[in-house]
Structures are given as structure tokens and as C-alpha cells.
């Protein structure tokens, strides 16, 4: 996630820009900002570094507004601000055009400077400008490992040692792949060479204070965890992780479909609900068109650097992923897996690696200049923006649903899914859909009680702003350039919900025949309505969490005939509304509705799954690694986890919201 500092300072993920620094040191002076030192120069004196801002011109009643040339003119005389470049508006057309009485939206000026000196312009610019940290955004994967400590406090236990990690797969050496290695002090971690060898230091531990290690394939293997590892220093130590094909019957040979999709009803949907006709965004980090399942994907942008096409080159793998739980297919020969809506069609926005908050405006400026009907952003980060907010209100004006991660911080929903007009997902996950010594089994939250196998993911922010949650540990998935691989995180339950989305659009008769037909305001609350009322409510003990609960793809499409809508009183904004008036909650409902039963797996573990091919792992000279519990085999077994086990119930500690807070909860439910 994006990181920020004290007030007065750069955060760690800031421009390359550095400011002058004083003398006094027996240093060189500073360069000036954005220079780099010449070849033989002396040292350089550390500084902060200036930090990029987003300026944009606001209307006020009475007043001139702004124009980016005089904006861009002023800052340009300022010596100590280096303006960066102008963003222009995007070009809407229709009733959403300047022409028929819409506010336009504000072009944007970047610009480095100190912050003390945003501070400033903001002041002087008594309302007529928007000034804001153009915050660093951060792609929604790879929950939180175990808590680093205080490095102001750490004391070494030992003079440290050093170990070889060899990885495995089903063909031998494995490289590529990360090994992270945790003790009492900082992780250790390093990539496995062409030998699937990786050597690791770990300066102040002992074998004996080793708390765990995480095997991380690149491509089409499950991880590996393994708690009070017994490591041999000097020694290799012999890892063998399994691949995904080893546990999931025929993959990729054979069409997959997830266990998430499963959950939401998408095996039970008509093979012509395929979302033709719609319009979705992924803005991310571009996609792999080299994947089997992603050669329909032909349109897209790459916001970051200079080169448009640059969208085909994913290097994170993130937005591919994405990409393949959405639209993934139509599965031929090659097998691999099938999205949501296979027939839909996908623009890729790319904003990763590197992107801020005003590449994301640039990508929701592009979105609404192509007619996009579901933005995906598995992203976030900083803090609230109303450059941004402005964007999406307008995206939401003219019809387009913006979808949000909630993140992935454990914490409070983060910007922008706490903003009031998106839909914000958290995640779960499902016992018995990944290896028992997968890190994906140290995901459940420890101390909720589960029910048909499902947990909330500990690693995924909730709040009152949580909508629906969705499946978002162990989801398999499309990666560069053609294989596979199961991740966690909301970013993976995100685009879950865009998938049911874009299909609720293409083929509810609300959207096809019915009254929200227009691209307006109305259409995006009545799908975000459409999608919470048939929502199976999860009793996690704490609705923070689950929001109207997992989506159900039959209800939504109404193809489910008997289903009472789900009590509005399941909303985590209204029971938090309810509390503040000082009325009793209401009577929460059942978990499954009677006519609807849980969703059941459809491919359940095949016999044998818990073996391992080992080939050249049984050799001597090297120590083998293994889980104490390894996967059991069998197709009846569900594997219980502490989501499951938990003696005592638990009970959630409501906080009031603050007075900002209060007023979204409102919105959520219609009174403001």
C-alpha cells in the first residue's frame, strides 16, 4: 500500500526529485532538484525529497475561474516549484457536455514542490484551486505477512547464519521463485536462480528463532508455509511445492471453473450469460493478450510512459489476473479458465508499475470518454481525494459503475472504496479449496465462527463503507505469458464482483428492456441495489465485514425464482444508522435463504491431491522441508481451519464513525 510520512516530510514512495541541502558536514552541496550527480563528483548531502502535487482549478460563485495556462505560468515562476505537466479534461459528449450546462471537469497541473509550500498555494488560493499530494497507488495484492518489529528496538540474539533454500516443483528445480524467510528481526528473502537455489543471511537469528518460511512460485504452483521450519545452516534445504494441476483435477488441460465463481452461482448460469454488449475497464497493470484465455482482450491504453500500446506488457501480473476472473475465455482445447463474462468488452487501462493518483483521474477520464459501463480498480491508497471523487461522481453520472477493492491493510476501508459512490468489496475465502500448507491457510481470521466452510479474510480492510464481499483467497487465475496462478487479496474478490456486474447489466431486464436503460445516476444505484438485496448474507459476527454479503449471480439475474430480497437491515450502514438513533438492531437473516442453499463445490479434491511428486527431493545430502499436515485426499474432506473451530463466539467492539462517516452512511441509505 502506498506509505506516506509525517507531516512536513516526503513519504519513502515519492518523486526522485531532491531538494538543496545545507552544508556543514564536510559534504558536497546538494544538486539542484531532479538533477543527478555528475561521473567522479563528490557525495551529496540526504534530504527529503519535494513531493508532487495535483493542482486543479475549482469554480466559486462570483469568481473567475482558473485557467491551466495561468495556473501553469505562475508556478512556472516560482523558483522553488518545477512544474511537471498539464493533464487536460477528458472530452465528453452527450448531455454530459459542457455545451448542454455540466460543470466541466478541471484540467490538472503536476508540479514538485515542498510540502510547506503546497500548504501555502492552498491558502492563497483562497477555495479557487484544489491543492493535493499526488499519492503513490498501490495494487491490491499480497496481504500483510507476519508484523515486522520496531527497528528502534531491535536487539540481535546471535551473531546470525546463513542458509540455502532449494524449491522443487514436479520436474525438478524450480526458479523464479521467492523464499522469505522470518524470524525475531527482519525477514530474510531471496529468488531461486536457474538451480532453484536461493541463499539467504539472516544477521541476529538462530535456527532456533526461525518463526516460519513462504515459498512463492511465480507461475503455476500453489505456496508454501511451514511454521518453526527446522533449517540446517551451511546446508541446503529441500522445499518441494505443489502444482496447481496437482490439486485442481485436469487444470489447466481441462476448463476451470474457480471456486469462487462456483460460490456466486456462475456454474448454475445459462452458457448465453456471457455479458456481450458491455463495456469494462481494468485499470492495472496491464495484461498478457499471450495467455490462452486473453486473446479476445484487444483494446487498451498504458496511462504510464510514453508508449500507448505498452498496455500488452504486464510485468506485476496483477492486472492479468484481474482480467482472467472477469472475461477469461471462451475456453477451447488449450483449457485453462473461464471468467464472468467472456464476451464483454475489455479496455485496459495500465497504471502500474508506478502509478499515482493522477494517472488514475487519467484513467477515469478514458473510461468516460469510451462509454465504459464497469470500472475494475483493485488499487488504493493515500488519502481521500476530491480530484478524484470528483471523477468518479462524474463516472457515475453518466452511467459507468466504478467497483473498488476495500484493500488490504487489515484496517479501515481505504480510498478510493471508501468513497460513498462505488461499490467496495472485502474479501473471504472457503475451507478446502487450497493445500492445508499453503500460506492461503493462514488467511481466516482468527476468533469468527464459520459456517459451510467460508472465513473473512484477516487481511482485508472492513468498515462500515463494505458493500458486499466476495471470494479472494486461493483464486486461480491467468499470468504472463500463459500460465497460472492462485492469489489472495480483494484485489482478486473485486473483480468477482465486476464480472456478476457487467452480466447483471447485459441481461437484467431492469438494464435491457426496463426503466434504467439511460446512462445516468440511477442505473449505477439500481445495479449496486440489485447486487447487495441478492447478496447471501454471511454471520461472521461482524457485518463490517461482509457488508450485504457474497453475491449470488441466479438472484441477481433473477433466474431464481422464490427468494425474498435480503432484509435492507443486513446493511452495515443502516445497522450502524439504527445504533446511532438508539434503536434495537434488527433480526439479522439467516445465512443461506431457504430456497437458495449454500453454494457446494462442483470439483472437490481428488484422491491423491496430497501427494507431492518428489523426483530428485528424496536424494541425500539435502534436509526435505514438509508441512506436519499435509492435504488430506479424499473428496469428502473439508478441511476446518480456526474460522471454524473457534470455541467462543466473538464479538465485535463498535465505534461510533465520525461526523464524515456519518454523512456517507446516509448517503448509503438514502436520506442525504
Known sequence: MATRGKPGTSGPAESNATEPAANGNGAHPALEAGQSPAPGQGPVTIASRRSQFMIAPQQQPGLATFSVDFLTQQLTNSPDIEVVKTVSPPRLFGFQSAELGQ?????????????DKAKLLQTQAQGRCAVERDERLAYMLDPSTPQLPNPGVLTPLADGFT????????????????VYVFGSMWPAQGITDASGRATVTLQGETPETIRSILVKPKIDYWTFWLDRPQLVPNSVNRIAVR???????NFPGQQLTGWGERAMGLDRLPPSFNGAGIKIAIIDSGLAPTHRNLHGITVGTSIVGNDKAAWTVDTIGHGSHCAGIIAGGP??????????????????????????????????????????????????????????????????QMGMACIIAAGNSSGP??????????????????????????????????????????????FSCFGPEVDVCAPGVGIVSSLPADGFGAWDGTSMATPHVTGLAALVLAHHPDFTKGNFQNRDARRVERLFQILKETATPLQFGDPNRTGAGLPNAMRALGLETGVAPVASATDPALATLRRLLGLPPAEAPSMVPASAPAPQSTAPMHAGAGSVARGPAQTAGAMTLQSVDPMQSGSSYVARGPAQTASAAFVPT???????????????????
Open 163 to 178: 542458509v540455502t533454500i532449494e524449491v522443487l516443483g514436479q520436474d525438478g528445480p524450480l526458479p523464479e521463485a521467492e
Open 103 to 115: 460543470v466541466p471537469l478541471s484540467p490538472l497541473v503536476l508540479a514538485k514542490m515542498t510540502p
Open 331 to 396: 475456453v477451447g482445447p488449450g483449457g485453462g479458465i473461464r471468467g464472468f463474462a467472456p464476451a464483454a468488452e475489455i479496455h485496459v487501462c495500465r497504471i502500474f508499475p508506478g502509478g499515482r493518483f493522477s494517472d488514475l483521474v487519467s484513467a477515469l477520464d478514458y473510461c468516460m470518454e469510451h462509454g465504459i459501463d464497469v470500472a475494475n480498480m483493485s488499487l488504493g491508497g493515500g488519502d481521500p481525494s476530491q480530484i478524484i471523487e470528483e471523477r468518479i461522481i462524474r463516472a457515475k
Open 654 to 672: 463498535m465505534m461510533d464513525p465520525d461526523p464524515a462517516q456519518i454523512r456517507q452512511i446516509m448517503h448509503k441509505v438514502g436520506l442525504l
Open 243 to 249: 502444482a496447481l494441476g496437482a490439486v485442481l483435477r
Open 413 to 458: 476501508v481505504q480510498f478510493p472504496a471508501s468513497t460513498p459512490h462505488c461499490l467496495a468489496v472485502a474479501a473471504l475465502g472457503k475451507w478446502g479449496e487450497f493445500p492445508d500448507d499453503s500460506y492461503h491457510s493462514q488467511q481466516a481470521l482468527d476468533g469468527f465462527q464459520s459456517r459451510d466452510g467460508y472465513f473473512p479474510a484477516k
